[in-house]
């Protein structure tokens, strides 16, 4: 039995010649690699971990600085933009000629744009993806001393100096990142997105409804119809500054294209890849909407203009303790997971270039099956995965202490690459697997969307930008 061209071929002998025998393997794909096995659901927990971040409790403030009108539509934008633009770039998954599967999103663009968009897209694609891996770190780091802070405000009273470092957990959740990191690939840690996916449920509606709580009992703070007013403490270029920033948070707040193309190469082929895809997105992005609503008009409702940067980690409220604690908790957990999300497609990326660098290498390729006595646990041991992935953890985690305002710089790379990568690409790329001519009426409206993202790119980078020479100046 040979391989060609993907398919497993097996020649007999008989009277008449070879006669050829195409052989399927139930446990190999229609390319020789092992069957897959991702289904709706599991795809769409891997979206909604990659989506639904701490961020979300962030997004009062959002749109504490637009106002009602402005913050609501906003939400409801975003959310139609990027379920529109993640089920074009769904589309670039299998190549239109071949049917071949494209991997990973540069694979799609490049199959699509060619070989310079390829290269543009994976700067943007894994400048975001380390980013997000490092800033989750320190994320998690402040959740947990968030959990800290809170037992000892409850002790000693909401006016004490409750002072506690960071570093100490920051190496703890590298350290078990770095046992995460063993999971051979995305698709074998479902599980970890759909524990992921019901921690941020459960901590965006502790967030709820701690906000709830405060508008029925009469004491919701002042709002406005154009969100925070200028006046005594804000000037008129401090609000525009604010207003970029929250258009910038709420707009990448939705974006998980950088993993979308991976995420659907987990689904299994018993289906059309494309439709159980485009279904994924549809629960995805309308339960983020719905959370993301929530926690929005809650949270400003509750807080009104004096909104929090975040309602948890930020001490927007300090009673119940226990349940604060909890949130925070779920939070953490909840990174924990998102972590290997971000991390898997880098991981696998450079590992498949190793492979292909060095086939015949022990070192590289060879799996050591870990078995206690006679029975087999169903995972292995790879040396060269083990000292790479560790590496990159140790990394990133060195990082994160290093530079403890990276997530204002988080905030720029995010900025700069969600146009590219969730609107720009899949737009171009339908465009060309579509033939749609230029003026018509359909590439108007494509490139009206196109535009218009941009825009919210580059006001929300220059917010970023001052945001994060805010940040330099107060660590000066």
């Known amino acids: 039995m040979e391989e060609v061209d993907g398919q497993f071929i097996q020649f007999v002998e008989c009277e008449s010649g070879l006669d050829i025998h195409k052989v399927v393997r139930e446990d ?72 071949k599967r494209n991997y990973t999103y540069m694979e799609a663009v490049k199959d699509n744009l060619g070989g310079k968009m390829n290269f543009a897209c994976g700067m943007a694609q894994y400048a975001n993806l380390n980013g997000l891996v490092v800033g989750y770190t320190v994320t998690a780091a402040i959740s947990m001393v968030a959990i800290e802070k809170s037992n000892c405000f409850h002790r000693r009273g909401h006016e004490a100096s409750c002072e506690v470092s960071h570093r100490p957990y920051m190496i703890g959740m590298g350290i078990f990142e770095i046992v995460l990191s063993q999971i051979p690939n995305i698709e074998q840690v479902w599980w970890l997105s759909i524990m992921a996916s019901i921690m941020s449920f459960g901590y965006s509606s502790i967030g709820s409804g701690l906000a709830l709580a405060i508008i029925l009992s009469g004491h919701g703070q002042r709002t406005t119809v ?78 009104g203009n004096s909104a929090p940067g975040n309602m948890l980690i930020g001490f927007g409220f300090y009673e119940p303790f226990w349940l604060i604690d909890l949130a925070n908790i779920f939070i953490v957990l909840h990174l924990v997971g998102a972590y290997q999300v971000m991390a898997q497609p880098v991981f696998c990326e450079v590992e498949s270039l190793c492979r292909r660098k060095w086939p015949k290498s022990e070192f590289v390729n060879r799996e050591y099956p870990i078995k206690i006595g006679r029975r087999n646990l169903n995972f292995s041991i790879n040396l060269f995965r083990l000292v790479w992935r560790t590496m990159y953890v140790v990394v990133a985690t060195g990082l994160a202490l290093a530079l403890p305002f990276f997530n204002d710089l988080l905030a720029l790379i995010g900025a700069v690459s969600f146009w590219p990568l969730t609107v720009y690409f899949p737009i171009t790329m339908y465009i060309s697997r579509k033939k749609i001519n230029r003026a018509t009426i359909r590439w108007f409206m494509l490139q009206f969307v196109n535009l218009l993202s941009l825009l919210i790119a580059l006001v929300a980078a220059c917010g970023s930008i001052e945001g994060l020479g805010e940040a330099l100046r107060i660590i000066k």
């Open 28 to 99: 190999l794909d229609d390319d020789g690699r092992p069957k897959r096995t991702g289904t709706m659901w599991t795809a769409s927990a891997h979206i909604i971990t990659a989506v639904i971040g701490s961020g979300v409790l962030s997004l009062a403030w959002a749109v504490a600085q637009l106002g009602w009108v402005a913050g609501v539509a906003s939400l409801l934008t975003y959310g139609c933009i990027t379920f529109y633009s993640s089920n074009l770039l769904a589309e670039c998954y299998r190549s239109p000629g071949t049917g």
């Open 226 to 303: 154009t969100g925070v007013e200028v006046g005594p403490g804000l000037t008129a270029a401090r609000k525009m500054w604010r207003m970029f920033t929250a258009l910038g948070d709420i707009a990448i707040a939705y974006s998980y294209s950088p993993v979308l193309i991976e995420v659907q190469d987990t689904l299994s082929s018993s289906k059309p890849e494309i439709k159980v895809m485009k279904k994924a997105n549809m629960i995805s992005v309308a339960a983020t909407t719905v959370f993301y609503m929530m926690c929005g008009c809650l949270g400003y409702a509750a807080f």
